[in-house]
């Protein structure tokens, strides 16, 4: 529960009692969320913690090139993704979200 790096309980600083309540609803979603993943990656047969599965998560960054070409003056761009690991891999294949990515 103390953990800052990923998203659950913290302590919060809101003053009125809808801001905390609403702090606690994205808290207990956000935690459920991650616990619905690590239930589909180790049906995947993928056996982690959540945080090692985050970690493998946030490994993966999208890169953008903007450049003209000689022969015209249009911008182009050119979206690349760094390596993923086989099991970010896995639940990407899946469930077909390799059409979401630009490449």
Do not use: W
């Not at 801001?19 to 049906?43: A, G, R």
């Not at 890169?63 to 050119?78: A, C, E, G, L, R």
Request: charged fraction near 20%.
């Amino acid at each position: 529960m103390k953990n800052i790096k990923y998203p659950f309980f913290r302590p919060i600083r809101h003053f009125t009692d809808n801001n905390i309540i609403v702090h606690n609803f994205y808290c207990i979603l956000s935690y459920t969320l991650v616990c619905l993943l690590q239930h589909e990656m180790y049906l995947l047969g993928y056996k982690k913690s959540i945080n090692k599965i985050l970690d493998e998560l946030m490994e993966g960054t999208q890169m953008v090139k903007i450049f003209t070409s000689s022969n015209n003056n249009t911008p182009q761009v050119k979206i690349m993704f760094s390596k993923v690991s086989d099991a970010v891999n896995a639940y990407i294949n899946e469930y077909k979200l390799r059409r979401y990515i630009v490449q």
